[in-house]
């Protein structure tokens, strides 16, 4: 919870002054604020009914880090250890035995394919509460190898404002995330705000059965969705049924769920959070493995998508600094 | 947005007073209310916090009638018509030769199969603005054979005034129908109060693609989701994410929804709407082919769930009687 309530007392102490108080004065943000002005003022004709204010965030890099590596791959490498007693298989079996010697480049040389393997490993043949108990007591004991702070820590101040300030102007705010639903539906009331039932993500299959006398629900090891590139707009329109008029990402994987959002009628904003600061977080783009910004940056002008410059746009980067950073 | 409006007016106008009006002193009324009272009371060890407060309903059959045959049915009726002169050899071709001719009869004799051929041939290869546009015009202009009324004013005013008094009280409302998602998601809103969001269904998939310059989302024809039975579990975990706290039905369709909601610990209220009024709407349960309810009525002492009976507790069906029937 202290994420969220550092960031609320950011927010609602400056909110008469200022709705985005770590954003540095520039031209994102006049275009955010002149935004959610036109399309709650019921005298302006961009105004948009509170039903109709939809807005999407994309999680890994755009709420929160995701270098060297997404945090969901860290919980998948220490689950197959933690479940390795169980496995003894796994010893002589990739990738999980390079996971296990703690080779992590080889376990995931295998692509695609291996990470997906790891996944329905750790994901799968689990009930879906053991599953988010096993992800919460991961999340409150675990630190990122880098920055050594914990990885719910390692959320964007910035964007926490944005997303109180569009929730306040009564929008509904989702996350759109290409990684696990069940995965962010753990920590994403508590470090966003933003309750379970509004967060979207790539899914396995699950099945209802009744097990030791109690009916439950268990995770599958089938694909369900990938609610990435083109899988975004299919996940917003089977979890919300209508198309955004706000979305925000970072990397070519937010291509799709851009693009459907800026093409409906009416006012419409694209956000694109370009990491930029090598010092306060990571510097990467469009040669990056994890989070590549190509396509959607060479598109961003015709397609008016605003670029957030982490480095020049945002005073401070995670909501700790608060307190050891003074503001400019 | 009429039965809203009434509804809310309604529930406002007696909300000190009685917050169901058109509910009978009855135990089943007693017993909801004894347990919003107790799950909203900081004080009661069996407390629950809003995040958790959760509850979901059926559709057809507990939220509006589903006699004699589900709404959607005929709209897919209706649709197929509408259709004919783009698919000469519908003419020829069954199920939908039947349809055409009028004869509902032989047209559902090939039983499920043949439903789902129709539901694909008029719910898919359409984007989903075109698909909830043909919905809503139908809706607006069509009236259920048997009443004369629009099939929105078919909804029951003592579950309308159900649903409001658990908003007011902050539970998070959930439709959980075994009809399809998308065509529930159209008068949600208006009907009820229940954001399209909210709305869970059976559906069908859907791809994203660029169609004349513009990207949309495609409904295709394959199953997704079946969101009965044992699917309303998978159904809720799949758009929720945690276990309801509260869940009405009224067939052997929301069994494992109530099963499923019923084994959480702590604090459940399993409600079944029982037809029983042919006067006033329909009566039927075990021999049903619509709405059975069988199973569910023989185990609903040993689990403990509530049973409604419209005749008896209920003093008015549809909204529309407060205006020309005065309540006792």
């Not at 002149?34 to 890099?61: L, M």
């Not at 007693?85 to 990739?94: M, T």
């Not at 994403?188 to 209802?208: D, L, M, Q, T």
Request: proline letters at 6%.
């Amino acid at each position: 919870m202290k994420n969220l309530t550092l960031a609320l007392a950011a927010t609602i102490g400056f909110l008469h002054a200022d709705p985005l108080p770590s954003w540095n004065k520039s031209d994102s943000k006049q275009s955010i604020i002149s935004f959610v002005d036109k399309v709650t003022d019921a005298g302006s004709p961009d105004y948009v009914a509170p039903a109709h204010r939809i807005a999407t965030f994309d999680n890994d890099g755009t709420l929160w880090s995701e270098q060297p590596m997404y945090f969901q791959a860290y919980y998948i490498f220490d689950r197959i250890k933690q479940l390795a007693p169980e496995h003894p298989e796994w010893k002589e079996k990739e990738p999980f035995a390079s996971v296990l010697k703690g080779d992590l480049n080889s376990a995931l040389a295998g692509g695609e394919k291996a990470l997906l393997e790891m996944a329905m490993a750790t994901h799968a043949n689990i009930t879906e509460d053991e599953f988010s108990k096993s992800v919460a007591d991961w999340l409150a004991t675990t630190k990122h190898p880098k920055t050594g702070i914990a990885y719910t820590d390692m959320v964007f101040q910035p964007m926490l404002e944005l997303i109180n300030y569009l929730r306040l102007n009564d929008f509904k705010v989702f996350i759109v995330s290409g990684g696990g639903i069940d995965f962010v539906r753990v920590f994403s009331e508590s470090a966003y705000g933003i309750p379970p039932e509004r967060v979207i993500g790539s899914s396995i299959k699950a099945k209802f059965e009744i097990r030791d006398g109690k009916p439950v629900v268990i995770k599958t090891p089938e694909i369900d969705l990938i609610d990435d590139k083109v899988g975004k707009p299919v996940g917003i329109h089977r979890y919300i049924g209508s198309r955004p008029i706000f979305a925000a990402g970072n990397s070519d994987g937010d291509y799709q769920m851009l693009q459907y959002t800026s093409a409906g009628e009416g006012p419409r904003f694209g956000l694109i959070v370009h990491h930029t600061d090598a010092d306060r977080e990571f510097a990467y783009d469009r040669d990056s493995h994890v989070g590549q910004l190509n396509k959607a940056l060479d598109d961003s002008k015709t397609q008016n998508w605003t670029i957030v410059d982490m480095k020049k746009d945002w005073k401070i980067i995670y909501p700790e600094y608060i307190e050891s950073t003074p503001s400019q």
